[in-house]
Each structure stands twice: as structure tokens, then as C-alpha cells.
């Protein structure tokens, strides 16, 4: 499929990349109540009105409608993500059937890659034996390794849901290895960097994702300086010497994980720093150019874009369309979709100036968001984004110096 492309990078015939994640929400709710979730505590309140689990129709739709695309477009794997809400509130049987389903659906020579996305605190021996016997990979979400990082994470009764998290993770890592994913840890400026990565540890990651909390310039997250976004707006968006607490706080890990003298986990968004800055495509949406292929169905059937979109504005991830009346053809024609697959000419003017953009790329899609600006402005990470990206480039310079 091809469109032309009307972003302010000009025009010319741009191939649509097909969708190779399905992010299918298993269950709309959540057992815990963080006070920083961009889902339950953001803008968006669309989840209201949503049904709790999808219906057998939305299922067995889903699933063909899946199947349809990979068919057509002669995937030879796909991605498929249960999340929720709390995916595991609509029972590790569930999920395992939902996967089973598509997997009969697709062509014999399309892998079906199931993973889940929890927050831990319903694992347990049976759950786990399920999902692990399905092929289900199960990734958690957590703050850090030790209570005092986890102080936002808590029931709707406000009792901290630390306890039952680290029970989770723990009988994951000693009683299900083949099934765990990784550990996603949102970076919070207020605790040590090294501590933070090195209490994670203690659960035996196989890999980590360190994510930058969803903020924009309409909602700026925590911590930045006025001056880092102020300077992101005049046209100068990370010079040398620019406020970068997240980037700092990025590049301490970062180094602490690089002179390991034993890689001990992944940490996806330094693996695809590294991998931008020797020419190899990123794999994730918050750096390089690459188009984006991920879409979420809803428990209604409804189709939209990422749920970090969510963070930006009532509505911003909706598309008006669903699995019923719409292929997955459909959204990639929608115009929202369509921009987020134009890589450098998507990008604004400032971006596309700035020798870092093809390892950036004009970072993640949602931090760029500015009211009456939409999305065609740099990142409000702009200056940590930079500060990171050189310091990757330094070390892998030292590094084949010292090999000379």
C-alpha cells in the first residue's frame, strides 16, 4: 500500500509499513490505582465506558481480522500483546485461549509471538504454569527493585502494592525462567539511578525497558527545568551544556551496565541507542525512523493508536475505527497512523535539522505533543534525548580506540 504523504516534509509516494504488533486489551481495569498511571489517572477517560473483557465475537474478529493482515501482507511474525487494565484480572486461561485462537487463524508461516504486560501482583504457580504452556512471555511493570521506589504503586485502598509485586517477580524468575520477558521501570528522578538498576537486578531480569515518564509541553513531566523546554522551542532544541536531569540519570545507568565486566541483563533502550549509532534499525518507537506498526484493540473491538497517546489529550488515540466494519488496512490509511509511518519528513523543522535525528527521530511520539502545536515539535526530552545519544557515542568511540 502506498500514499502520498502530506507531512511538512513534502510530498512523494511513501510505502505503508504492515502492522506487526497487536496490542489487544485484555481487561479494561486495574487492581492497583498508581498515582502517576497516564491510562486511569491521565486525560483520556475513555475506559469508562468500556466493557470490562472483550466478548467471544471481539475475540474470534480480532483474530481473523490479525490473521487477514499477516495473510496479505506475507508476515512471517507478529507480535501479540495482552494488557490491560491488569490483563491477568481476566484469568491466565483467557489470555491462553486468545492466543491459541489467533494462532490457529494466522498462515502456517506466520509465528505468533504472545507476550503479557502485568504488574505481578496476581502471579502465581498455577497462572504461570498456564501462560508458560501457552508461550506467553510475561513482562512486569514495576518503579524499582526496593519498596521506598514503588511508593506510588498502590491498591485502590492506598496499601502499597509492593508486597505482592515482589512475591510475583520472584516465584517468575525462580519457577518460570522460559516465560519471563523483563522488568519495564519508569525512570523517577527522585531515587539514584545505579541503586534503582541495581535493585532490579536482584530479580534476575532477563532484560530491562527504562521508559521516560509520558509528559509534553502542555503537561510537562517531573523535574524539568523551564529552561531545557524553552530552549527546545527556539529553534536551538539540546545545545551542549543544556538541563538534562533525565539524560543524566539515564547516563549513569548506563555506564554502570556498560563497564560491567559481565552483561548480566538487556537494556532495550541503550541496546538501540548503540545500534542507531552504528547505522542498524531501531526496533522500538522512541528512537530512529523506522515506521511505527503497533495498534491496540480495545475490549469493545474499537481500534486505536498506542495508549501513550492517552497522556496527550481526551481522545488522541482514537480512531473511529473497529474490528468489525474496518481491516487493519483500514488504519493504516488513517491520517493519524499514516503520520507516525513518514519517518524524517514527519518530524519538524527544528528535528529535522539536528545531526542527531536519525538515532533520536524525533524521540517518542507522544513527548512532542504541544496544544494548538499537535505533534510537529520536538520532544519535551529533547535536551536528555541529546545528552544521552553523545554520551552512547562517546563511549563507543573510547571503546574502539581502545581496541586499536
Sequence with gaps: MSRKDGGDGGEGDVESAPLRQFVLKAHSRCDLACTYCYVYAGPDRSWRARPRT???????????R?????????????SVVLHGGE??????????ET?????????PNCAVHPSVQTNATLLSPERLRVLSAAGIRVGVSLDGGRPAHNAQRVDHAGRPAWPATAKGLRLLAETAPEAYGGVLCVVDLRHDPVEVYESLLDFRPPAIDLLLPHGNWTSPPPGLPARARAQALSGD???????????HWLTAVFD????????????????ECVALLLGVPATIERLGLQPFTAVVVETDGSIEQVDSLKSAYEGAAATGLDIFRHSFDDVLAHPAVAARQQGLAALSTICRACDLVTVCGGGHYAHRYRAGHAFANPSVYCADLAHLI???????????AGRR
Excluded: M, N
Design 66 to 78: 490479525i490473521a487477514e493482515h499477516a495473510e496479505k501482507h506475507a508476515l512471517p511474525a507478529i
Design 390 to 400: 553523545r554520551h552512547v557515542s562517546r563511549r563507543l568511540h573510547e571503546a574502539a
Design 54 to 64: 472483550p466478548s467471544p465475537r471481539v475475540r474470534r474478529r480480532t483474530a481473523q
Design 99 to 107: 492466543v491459541e485462537e489467533i494462532r490457529t487463524l494466522v498462515p
Design 237 to 247: 532544541p539540546a545545545p551542549l551544556g543544556a538541563p538534562a536531569p533525565y539524560g
Design 87 to 96: 490483563p491477568l484480572l481476566a484469568g491466565a486461561e483467557h489470555l491462553a
Design 256 to 271: 554502570r551496565w556498560w563497564d560491567d565486566s559481565k552483561r548480566r541483563t538487556r537494556i532495550r533502550l541503550f541496546e
